[in-house]
């Protein structure tokens, strides 16, 4: 995989949404996993949301079920990350990874390659 780059962390209010993107360099997007991690300061990274090759597959993490929605369109070597209500705890950087494979996985150490991180700040 190539280079990845975010875009779209921003400051929003608790219980507002934004929508993450990260674009992925490269001719192979369409065989990669894509994944969403984040970092809080003081915290250890955290898995947010995992898809398949093929987008059929997803998994999210326990603190966000229910609220993001990770997807992917392989036209536009893009990944996004849709967060609805959002909280001040999702307040961190938010990185976009990816790994080879075909099933989504929460093991940050799986992943091989990671972009440079977006800020988020949810305000109370």
């Known amino acids: 995989q190539g280079q990845l780059v975010e875009s779209g962390g921003g400051l929003v209010q608790a219980g507002g949404s934004l929508r993450l993107s990260c674009v992925a360099s490269?001719?192979?997007?369409?065989?990669?996993?894509m994944g969403w991690f984040r970092q809080a300061p003081g915290k250890n990274r955290e898995f947010v949301g995992s898809?398949?090759?093929?987008?059929?597959?997803?998994l999210h993490g326990e603190s966000v079920e229910g609220r993001f929605i990770i997807s992917r369109d392989n036209a536009k070597n893009t990944v996004y990350l849709q967060m609805l209500n959002l909280k001040p705890e999702d307040t961190a950087v938010y990185y976009c990874?990816?790994?080879?494979?075909?099933?989504?996985?929460?093991?940050?150490?799986?992943?091989?390659?990671w972009g440079q991180g977006t800020q988020v700040t949810v305000s109370s």
């Open positions: 990874t990816s790994k080879a494979g075909l099933v989504p996985t929460a093991n940050a150490l799986d992943y091989h390659s």
């Open positions: 490269g001719p192979s997007f369409s065989t990669y996993i």
């Open positions: 898809i398949s090759p093929n987008g059929g597959s997803v």
